[in-house]
């Protein structure tokens, strides 16, 4: 897959890796049964691979969006080049009304815009009944009780270790490797759905 070709660090957009995204999908699809036959939005989908790899593992419906025009440009060269259908929006996440069955995201961590994590969960758990979200170890206690507080349920807490490569003139690294979790988040929506 093409990678962002001018990655904006405002925007924190860091590439999921592929063994990572690929796991995260296995486990969306396959222990969890949340992909196939699913309505999923991928919320900051970047360059869209989680969004394909959705589609790819036969997702009913997938919708990718993110606020940057160039990244949404490579998405849609990679989403042709994988032969799936997926729904591109450019926009930030107020252009997502309806709701989806399942929520894939590597959203920013909230390093250079504080809380822009928090902004992205709170979308995912309006808009989803399943949230898969990717979140720096570091933040767990306050992602845990964010969640909390929202009525959440978290099923599951999955621990990585999230290459980065050197992108931007601050990092003189030539990789770092950041410790994240990625969360199944059962929505307050999915446990009304359930008569809790």
């Known amino acids: 897959m093409r990678p962002h070709p001018s990655p904006r660090i405002r925007l924190e957009q860091y590439t999921i890796p592929a063994s990572i995204a690929a796991d995260i999908l296995h486990l969306a699809a396959f222990v969890y049964q949340d992909i196939v036959g699913k309505m999923v939005a991928d919320l ?7 969004a394909i790899g959705a589609a790819f593992l036969g997702a ?18 990679n989403c042709r080049v994988a032969n799936v259908d997926v729904d591109w929006v450019v926009g ?13 995201m590597n959203p920013p961590f909230g390093t250079k815009r504080k809380h822009l994590d928090k902004f992205f969960l709170r979308k995912s758990i309006e808009t989803g009944r ?3 979200s990717i979140h720096k170890s570091a933040t ?9 507080r929202r009525k959440c349920k978290v ?3 999955y621990e990585y270790d999230l290459e980065i490569p050197r992108m931007f003139e601050h990092h003189r690294k030539r990789r770092y490797i950041a410790k994240v ?3 199944r988040i059962e929505s307050g929506t999915l446990q009304r759905d359930r008569g809790s």
């Open 60 to 77: 009913r419906g997938v919708t990718g969006i993110d606020i940057d025009p160039a990244a949404i440009a490579v998405a849609r060269e």
């Open 92 to 104: 930030d996440l107020d252009a997502i009304h309806r709701g989806f069955d399942t929520v894939v």
């Open 155 to 157: 099923s599951a807490i």
């Open 181 to 183: 979790d990625c969360y």
């Open 130 to 132: 399943v949230i898969y």
């Open 44 to 50: 900051g989908t970047g360059t869209g691979r989680l």
């Open 140 to 148: 767990r206690e306050h992602i845990l009780s964010y969640l909390k």
